[in-house]
C-alpha cells in the first residue's frame, strides 16, 4: 500500500521506464511479474530503459484491454530505492555521461560567454518539491527570488503541464512568459519592465479542444470519485489523474475506469507523469514545440548566438530537451537523483541544486557585466 503522504523518490521513474521496457519487450529487458517490484529487471549499466512514450506510441492512442496489464505495470512502479553495489555503478556511469550543471558551471559557461541566454524551467520536481497533494507544490520564496533574478538578466519560461493559471499562482512573477497545458497554452510577460522580444504572446494550438477537454473532466470526476486518493486535475487543455494517494491495489480498477472513458474520444491520448495519467488532445504539439515557438518569438528562430537552457525533471521533459539536441543549441539539464534515459546533457539532483544553479548564474551574469564596467 503507498503511504499519501509519501513524496515518492525519483528511483520509481527509472522503475517505471524499466517496467516499461520489459512490457514492450525490448531486448534488454525481461519480463517484470505484477505485484512484485522485486522482480521488476534492473538494467545494467550501458542499458537504460527506452523512454516511457514507447509504451504509449505502442498502444496507440488508446492502450486498449489486452495492454491493461503493461500500463498498470506502468503505473505500479513504486518501490523504493534499492541501494546495490550495481546501482551505484549505474549511477556513477551516468553521472559520467551527464555531469552535475554545478560541478562543470564555469565550463558550460565559458562556452555562453558573448551569446544570449534563454532560460526555460519547468515547474513541478523542479522549481517545487514533489508532494502528495498537488495543491500544496508551493515554491520556496528563495526559489521564487532566484527566479525573479533570472528574469533581470535572460528571458526566462516556465514551461509546465499545469494549467497556465495555476501555474502563475504558484509563481506569481509577471515578468516571465507562461507555457501552460505542457505547451498548449503560452502567453508573453504581463508586466513590461523588461522588454524582450514579442511580449504579446498568445499561443493555443488545442484551442477547439477546450469543450471537449470540459466533458471529460466531468465525466471522470465522475466515474473515480469512489475511489479513495484518486483525483483528476482539470488543466484545461489536458487532464491529469494523480493516483499517488491511492492504494495500489486500486489502480488496476481506476486505470480501466480511465480507460473506459477514453474509448469513446479517439481524439484524445493518454501519457503518463509521476504517479498521473494525463489525457491530451492528439495533436502534435509538446514541450518541445513550446519552446521553439517562444525562441521564434523572441526573435532568436534563426539565431546562431542564442543559449537556451531547459531544465526539467519529467518524461514530458525529454521533449524539450530533443530540441535543443536537434537545434545543436544550448543544452537540457535533467533534475533526477537516479539514473534514467534522457537526452539532456546535464543533471541535478533536486530544486535545491536548481534554485543553487539560478543563483550561480546570477552571479556569474553580474560579475561579466562589472568587468564591462570598469574597462
Ligand atoms: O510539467 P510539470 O510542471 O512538472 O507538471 C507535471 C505535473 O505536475 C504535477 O503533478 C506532479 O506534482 C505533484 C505535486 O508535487 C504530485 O503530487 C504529482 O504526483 C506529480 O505528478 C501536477 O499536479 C500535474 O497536473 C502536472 O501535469
Not at 537552457?309 to 530533443?322: C, N, S, V
Request: glycine share 4%; charged share 25%.
Amino acid at each position: 500500500m503507498t503511504n499519501p503522504s509519501a513524496v515518492v523518490s525519483d528511483a520509481q521513474s527509472a522503475i517505471t521506464m524499466a517496467i516499461t521496457a520489459a512490457v514492450n519487450t525490448s531486448s534488454h529487458y525481461s519480463p517484470s511479474v505484477p505485484n512484485s517490484p522485486c522482480n521488476i529487471t534492473m538494467f545494467s549499466r550501458n542499458k537504460f530503459p527506452k523512454s516511457i512514450e514507447t509504451a504509449v506510441s505502442a498502444t496507440g492512442n488508446h492502450p486498449g484491454l489486452g495492454k491493461n496489464i503493461a500500463w498498470v505495470d506502468v503505473m505500479r512502479a513504486s518501490s523504493p530505492t534499492r541501494n546495490s553495489s550495481e546501482d551505484s555503478e549505474n549511477k556513477k556511469h551516468w553521472i559520467m555521461k551527464h555531469p552535475s550543471a554545478l560541478g562543470v558551471f564555469e565550463e558550460i559557461m565559458s562556452a555562453a560567454k558573448m551569446k544570449q541566454i534563454v532560460i526555460f524551467l519547468d515547474y513541478d520536481g523542479t522549481l517545487s518539491p514533489i508532494v502528495a497533494n498537488p495543491d500544496q507544490a508551493y515554491m520556496d520564496p528563495k526559489m521564487r527570488e532566484a527566479v525573479k533574478n533570472v528574469a533581470k538578466y535572460f528571458p526566462t519560461a516556465i514551461v509546465s503541464g499545469r494549467c497556465r493559471a495555476k501555474v502563475y499562482n504558484f509563481v506569481r512573477l509577471s515578468e516571465l512568459y507562461y507555457a501552460g497545458s505542457h505547451g498548449m497554452d503560452i502567453k508573453g510577460p504581463s508586466s513590461r519592465k523588461h522588454q524582450k522580444g514579442n511580449q504579446n504572446v498568445l499561443c493555443q494550438p488545442a484551442k477547439e479542444f477546450l469543450p471537449m477537454m470540459a466533458e471529460v473532466y466531468e465525466i471522470l470526476m465522475e466515474k473515480i470519485k469512489d475511489i479513495d486518493g484518486a483525483n483528476v486535475e482539470n488543466n484545461k487543455f489536458c487532464l491529469s489523474v494523480h493516483y499517488r494517494c491511492v492504494d495500489e491495489h486500486s489502480w488496476s480498477d481506476l486505470f480501466k475506469r480511465v480507460e473506459s472513458v477514453l474509448n469513446d474520444y479517439p481524439n484524445l491520448k493518454l501519457t503518463q507523469g509521476r504517479m498521473v495519467l494525463e489525457i491530451r488532445p492528439t495533436i502534435k504539439w509538446d514541450k518541445g514545440n513550446a519552446i521553439e515557438f517562444l525562441l521564434e518569438s523572441l526573435g532568436y528562430a534563426n539565431s546562431k548566438d542564442i543559449v537556451p537552457i531547459y531544465i526539467g525533471d519529467d518524461r514530458t521533459d525529454e521533449d524539450a530537451f530533443k530540441v535543443l539536441r536537434k537545434r545543436g543549441q544550448g543544452f537540457g539539464i535533467l533534475v533526477s537523483k537516479t539514473p534514467k534515459e534522457t537526452e539532456a546533457v546535464y543533471s541535478l539532483q533536486e530544486p535545491f541544486e536548481v534554485m543553487h544553479f539560478l543563483q550561480r548564474l546570477v552571479s556569474w551574469k553580474r560579475s561579466i557585466l562589472r568587468s564591462y564596467q570598469q574597462l
